[in-house]
């Protein structure tokens, strides 16, 4: 059946740094993309989506492409602050709208 | 807009005693998810509901879990008899009506049960 593998954390940074979260995907027709973060105490909130090949979601400085060759939706950014730690998930959603969640990879930036 | 409600957010029960979990999706939202989270582990499904039906209930362990949406807006999800294994948070979502792959599935913040 269809999955997600994310890269394991946990990942450290320091702020400023550069950020990417390997994403890999298996599905047997065309799913749409999906990066959600969980902060300490609080639920999944999307973080950025993508619905079909060589599409870019973006949001709030994080980025992904929908990368259909490799199977693949790396998250990435720039330059990571303090707020950005958190658990972040790749999922993936196929035609019936179930979403399969990868384990999670917990970031902590320090200052 | 208020976001997807749930009730209790800890609870901490023996084994062999039933427990109880409350959401309320967001207005207007007719599917609705539960979703089992291990520590450490990503959402798992347990259960779709389409308005006021299950549709994907094939992951629910219905010997001891059950579920139920009566008017499809408000469910329950209930477990008798708790487990030690069934420590872990559950998690409920909603999403808008019609049944697309890019539908965005709304969570709550998850009720985290202890089994001792």
């Known amino acids: 059946g269809d999955s997600v593998t994310q890269m394991e954390g946990p990942v450290t940074l320091s702020e400023e740094a550069f950020l990417t979260i390997n994403c890999t995907y298996t599905?047997?027709?065309?799913?749409?993309l999906f990066w959600y973060v969980q902060y300490p105490g609080e639920g999944l909130q999307l973080l950025l989506k993508?619905?079909?090949?060589?599409d870019k979601g973006s949001n709030k400085g994080f980025e992904a492409t929908y990368r259909k060759e490799t199977t693949s939706f790396h998250l990435e950014k720039g330059s990571v602050q303090v707020s950005d730690s958190a658990v972040y998930f790749c999922?993936?959603?196929?035609?019936?709208?179930?979403?399969?969640f990868g384990a999670g990879t917990r970031l902590t930036v320090k200052p | 807009e208020a976001g997807v409600v749930q009730s209790p957010r800890y609870k901490i029960i023996e084994k062999k005693q039933p427990v109880a979990f409350w959401c309320n999706p967001i207005?207007?939202?007719?599917?609705l998810y539960w979703y089992l989270q291990n520590l450490g582990q990503g959402p798992e499904l347990l259960i779709r509901?389409?308005?006021?039906?299950?549709?994907?209930d094939s992951q629910l362990p219905k010997d001891r879990f059950s579920a139920e949406r009566l008017k499809g807006v408000d469910s329950t999800l209930k477990i008798q008899p708790a487990e030690l294994g069934d420590s872990a948070v559950y998690l409920c979502?909603?999403?808008?009506?019609?049944?697309?792959?890019?539908?965005?599935?709304?969570f709550g913040p998850g009720t985290r049960l202890t089994v001792l």
């Open positions: 979502a909603s999403s808008p009506e019609g049944v697309h792959s890019y539908n965005e599935q709304f």
């Open positions: 599905a047997t027709g065309y799913p749409s």
């Open positions: 993508a619905t079909k090949a060589d």
């Open positions: 999922a993936l959603s196929d035609a019936s709208n179930d979403m399969r």
């Open positions: 207005s207007g939202h007719n599917t």
């Open positions: 509901y389409e308005n006021e039906e299950a549709v994907d």
